[in-house]
């Protein structure tokens, strides 16, 4: 991963790399908040760039909730 200070802007073609980057290791099941945290980046930052670069994101964990009959 690229050399990145935390809160620094990161714009053009270190932008598209980082998106490049956080979309193959999200496809291959990598968390959000895992690569928030590999990255030192938010976890808004690492949603909004994958959003950005066209990512499926997959739905929350955990149980779900059954209406009580």
């Not at 809160?7 to 908040?33: H, M, N, P, Q, V």
Request: hydrophobic share 30%; glycine share 14%; proline share 0%.
């Amino acid at each position: 991963m690229a050399d990145l200070k935390k809160g620094a802007r990161i714009t053009g073609a270190a932008r598209d790399k980082l998106a490049t980057d956080l979309k193959k290791k999200y496809e291959k099941g990598a968390s959000i908040r895992a690569l928030a945290e590999s990255t030192g980046r938010s976890y808004g930052f690492v949603h909004r760039v994958l959003s950005e670069s066209g990512v499926q994101l997959r739905g929350r964990g955990g149980a779900t909730r059954t209406k009580k009959k």
